[in-house]
Structures are given as structure tokens and as C-alpha cells.
């Protein structure tokens, strides 16, 4: 199914909001869509096209997306947008990436913190997370990280996390930087492997 501009910014509330059961008037707000019978009708045609799932509660009901490959693709689609009218110093994170993949590790990178707020100054460090299978890998990637660190004129601060240690950070009460991760993060490379760790953290309770 082929989603036009305007049914991509509905659709769009869903990737910022991949655990979350949302209301009609939710959606509205998000979306900033001033028609309830437009996101209404896109709504339905996104639960038919098999991108959001719909819960009834009463006399309302509820949607949430459903993570599959098609959702995914679109969801990489608009992750990619979003990277590229930020002020994400480009040339680090793809420096990152020329460097990390040699390593033949599948690894999620994420930027957070002041640049995916888009609050961030000259004086900001770069806030990113790499997220990948183990421990052993984590290895592998550290000394990696460091060398471009090193040579970058922007300051990088890295977080390493395996998937294990992401999604248990999810699960606990406690603030963390999981958690500020999954609040605020523009997902610049293995995108599917972030939605496949939001969608495992929501089968054991995390709700955002």
C-alpha cells in the first residue's frame, strides 16, 4: 500500500509512539491535523492496510502500530527524513557507520539527547547509542568507537548496550538512559532491529 504525504504525517505519530495505544483525538493533536473525519479515514485506512491495530474500549477505541516489515519500511522511511533536515553533525555518525561496519556486527545507531531534541548548540556533545547482540560484540565495537572519537572535531559521547541491556532498562521504574533513548532519538542506522526491541519490551510490559 502507497501512503501520500499527508497519511505518512498520521502515520508518523505511530514511529514516535511505537508502544503506545493512542485515541482518535490523540492522533489529532500529535499530527496537528485539524479534521477529525480526515484522521478518522486515514486511520481506517491505515488499520486496513495493516500499519496500526485498533482496540476497542467502550464506546472508543484505540490504535497502536503494528510493527511489521511494511510498517518498519515506512517507519525507516520517515526516520531517514527526519536525520536528514536535522543538525546532526553527518559526517561523524556516517563515520561511525564506514568504521563499525567491517566489523560484520548487525548494530543499531541511535543519536539522542540535545541533537534529537533539536536544541542543540555549538558547545553540544554528540550523544549516541550503538545497539548490538552481546557482549563479545560490544568488544569488538569499543576500541572502534574510541579511535573515532579520537579523530572526529566533534565531541562524541557513545553508549554501547546490548539489546538484553536496552530492553531490561525499559522494564525497571527507574529513570535511565534506555528510557531517554526511547523518549527522544532519531535512529540513524539498523532501524529495524530498535522497532524489534520496542515491540519485545512491549510484550513484557513497557508502555513508554
Given amino acids: 500500500m502507497i501512503l501520500n504525504k499527508e497519511e505518512l504525517a498520521v502515520l508518523d505519530v505511530f514511529r514516535k509512539n511505537p508502544y503506545k495505544n493512542l485515541s482518535i ?84 545507531l541511535i543519536v539522542f539527547g540535545s541533537y534529537a531534541r533539536g536544541n542543540a548548540t555549538a558547545k553540544s556533545d554528540l550523544d549516541v547509542v550503538l545497539l548490538v547482540g552481546s557482549d563479545a560484540e560490544k568488544k569488538k565495537i569499543f576500541p572502534v568507537m574510541e579511535s573515532v572519537c579520537l579523530r572526529e572535531l566533534v565531541d562524541i559521547h557513545y553508549d554501547i548496550l546490548t539489546t538484553g541491556e536496552f530492553i531490561e532498562m525499559l522494564l525497571v521504574e527507574e529513570a535511565n538512559v534506555g528510557k531517554e533513548i526511547a523518549y527522544n532519538h532519531i535512529i540513524i542506522y539498523g532501524n529495524e532491529i530498535y522497532y524489534q526491541l520496542i515491540e519485545e519490551a512491549h510484550k513484557h510490559g513497557y508502555s513508554g
Fill in 25 to 108: 483525538r490523540d492522533v489529532q493533536k500529535i499530527s496537528k491535523k485539524a479534521s477529525k473525519p480526515y484522521v478518522f479515514n486515514t486511520l481506517r485506512k491505515l488499520e486496513t492496510g495493516g500499519f496500526v491495530d485498533k482496540t476497542i474500549l467502550g464506546t472508543s477505541g484505540s490504535y497502536k502500530a503494528r510493527l511489521s516489515v511494511q510498517t518498519v519500511k515506512y517507519f525507516s522511511i520517515l526516520d531517514f527524513e527526519e536525520y536528514e533536515t536535522s543538525k546532526i553533525p553527518k559526517k561523524a555518525v556516517e563515520r561511525i557507520i564506514i568504521n563499525v561496519k567491517p566489523k560484520k556486527i548487525p548494530f543499531c
